[in-house]
C-alpha cells in the first residue's frame, strides 16, 4: 500500500496559478500510475488528470486540457500538478490517487488516496 499527501493547495485568483504537489511513501512509486481528481462543494469527485508509470504518458479531462499540467518524479517519489489560469470552477478539494491500470480516469482504477488540499479561485 502506497500512502499519499498532498500540499500547495491555497487561495487564489482567477488567472493565477498553483503547484499542487503529492508525496508518496511505501512501495516503489515508479510501480504506480497516478492520478488527480477534484470534488466541488455539493458535487461529486471528478477525475481531472493521470499519468503513467514513467511519466511519458499523460491524460486529462477536457475542463482543463490546456491549462494544467502534470508531472512526476520518480526519485522524489512525488506527482505534480502545475494549474494556470485558474478559474472560480476549479475550486475544489483535490485529491492525488494511485493505482495500476493504464489508461486510468476512473475513481475505480486508483485504490490509494491522499486527503487532499483545497484550492479555492476567487473572481
Known amino acids: 500500500q502506497v500512502q499519499l499527501v498532498e500540499s500547495g493547495g491555497g487561495m487564489v485568483q482567477a488567472g493565477d496559478s498553483l503547484r499542487l504537489s503529492c508525496a508518496a511513501s511505501g512501495r516503489a512509486f515508479c510501480n504506480y500510475v497516478m492520478g488527480w481528481f477534484r470534488q466541488a462543494p455539493g458535487k461529486g469527485r471528478e477525475f481531472v488528470s493521470s499519468?503513467?508509470?514513467?511519466?511519458?504518458?499523460?491524460y486529462y479531462s477536457d475542463s482543463v486540457k490546456g491549462r494544467f499540467t502534470i508531472s512526476r518524479d520518480n526519485a522524489k517519489n512525488t506527482v505534480y500538478l502545475q494549474m494556470n489560469s485558474l478559474k472560480p470552477e476549479d475550486t475544489a478539494i483535490y485529491y492525488c490517487a494511485a493505482g495500476h491500470t493504464w489508461v486510468a480516469s476512473s475513481d475505480n482504477d486508483f485504490p490509494s488516496w491522499g486527503q487532499g488540499t483545497q484550492v479555492t479561485v476567487s473572481s
Open positions: 499519468i503513467n508509470w514513467g511519466g511519458a504518458s499523460t
